[in-house]
């Protein structure tokens, strides 16, 4: 008898807990083909696991490939939202295809939690959206913290930017904005336009011959990377610095010569000395047998660990009620402290990072090195640079 009891109150007991358990699906919707892609998957995944091994919440995912492009994206949330039946969102890494959907997602109402999508004009498109929850820094913040190593490089007697940016609304929507507050700074700008993508750079690389640019400066994607590392040292640019703002830089990128001294900006390396970096490192190893260099993999990361905050506080799968509690998160991250407020312009009603995460580093010696603000760097910056 007493054994029979013993058993009934251990089933009771497993029942309450899978009771005090609040399951969520959340739908996935990233360009998993991509270097950006698969580090953000990699990194909710790794979230999602610390959240579920807590047992009060269990999130399952439903993982699908926006093809990086609004003609794979638009059918894949519809997908989502039909077939699935989520009614949480983790997404929107490009800014075109974040734009793309702006419409879709307001058509279905799920709470959208986006990872990437730093174009104001996507702040735009989702304004009047109040269960959009923006994590990465917008376009402005970029600028702000990009001007502010720039204004460095004026110091050093940098004066002329020859700037190269993206035709869709990543590259080019803030790029009067750059243009405006370098030339406040007293730099001479020349920007050219170019198609992402097209490996072609020698025609525009060759016309800024005559400007003379101390510094190169490009916004683009990954792809991008190498042919204008490349093709600047083939025309002869020589520029004293190659600077690159990609989402994501191309897998090896660090072990092929020509991105020997080019710098750029990240919000994140494996290197960022708190606890919560250094736990998000050893998880991520753990788990994956490697780390990595891509900031994405702990934004996924993070989007992961604060929504399952939130589904433990709402103790609920309802969407706004969820919604609700992570409003109120505030947490440590590896990029630092996170809350939600409104966005700067006060267009998006809830913006989680600004321009205090980002980083300048520097390609030496086959890794990305910290080189800028001083706080912050574990080399000084070469300038000029070799190309």
């Given at each position: ?199 072609s750079f020698t025609a525009i ?80 190893r753990r788990k994956y047998n ?43 991250t590896p990029f630092g402290p ?50």
């Amino acid at each position: 008898m007493k054994k029979v009891l013993v058993v009934l109150l251990a089933v009771l007991g497993l029942a309450g807990l899978a009771l005090a358990q609040t399951t969520v699906r959340v739908g996935v919707l990233l360009p998993i083909s991509t270097v950006a892609g698969k580090a953000a998957l990699n990194g909710v995944q790794l979230g999602v696991d610390q959240v579920n091994a807590g047992g009060k919440v269990k999130i399952e995912l439903v993982v699908v490939d926006d093809g990086n492009a609004p003609a794979a994206a638009v059918p894949a949330l519809t997908k989502l939202m039909t077939v699935d039946r989520v009614d949480i969102v983790i997404g929107g890494l490009a800014s075109g295809v974040t734009f793309a959907l702006s419409g879709p997602v307001k058509q279905y109402n799920p709470l959208f939690l986006c990872i990437g999508a730093a174009s104001s004009v996507v702040e735009q498109a989702f304004s009047d959206y109040g269960r959009f929850f923006h994590y990465h820094p917008w376009d402005y913040h970029n600028v702000a913290a990009a001007l502010s190593f720039f204004k460095s490089l004026y110091d050093g007697g940098a004066r002329r930017v020859a700037i190269l940016y993206e035709d869709g609304p990543f590259g080019s929507a803030g790029i009067q904005t750059y243009r405006q507050q370098l030339q406040n700074q007293g730099y001479t700008v020349q920007a050219e336009p170019f198609k992402s993508g097209s490996g072609s750079f020698t025609a525009i690389l060759t016309r800024l011959k005559s400007f003379r640019p101390d510094i190169l400066y490009w916004i683009g994607y990954d792809v991008d990377a190498l042919p204008i590392a490349a093709q600047t040292r083939q025309v002869g640019l020589e520029p004293k610095l190659i600077y690159g703002a990609p989402p994501a830089w191309p897998l090896g990128f660090e072990k092929n010569n020509l991105s020997n001294d080019v710098a750029g900006m990240t919000a994140w390396l494996p290197s960022v000395a708190n606890n919560e970096s250094r736990r998000f490192v050893t998880l991520y190893r753990r788990k994956y047998n490697e780390i990595t260099d891509e900031y994405m993999a702990p934004m996924g990361y993070v989007i992961a660990l604060s929504l399952g905050k939130a589904v433990e506080a709402a103790n609920s799968a309802d969407k706004d009620r969820i919604a609700a509690e992570l409003a109120k998160v505030q947490m440590d991250t590896p990029f630092g402290p996170l809350s939600f407020k409104p966005s700067d312009t006060g267009k998006t009603r809830f913006q989680g990072f600004n321009q205090s995460i980002w980083l300048q580093f520097q390609y030496l010696e086959g890794s990305r090195r910290p080189v800028f603000p001083a706080n912050r760097a574990a080399r000084p910056l070469r300038y000029p640079g070799n190309y």
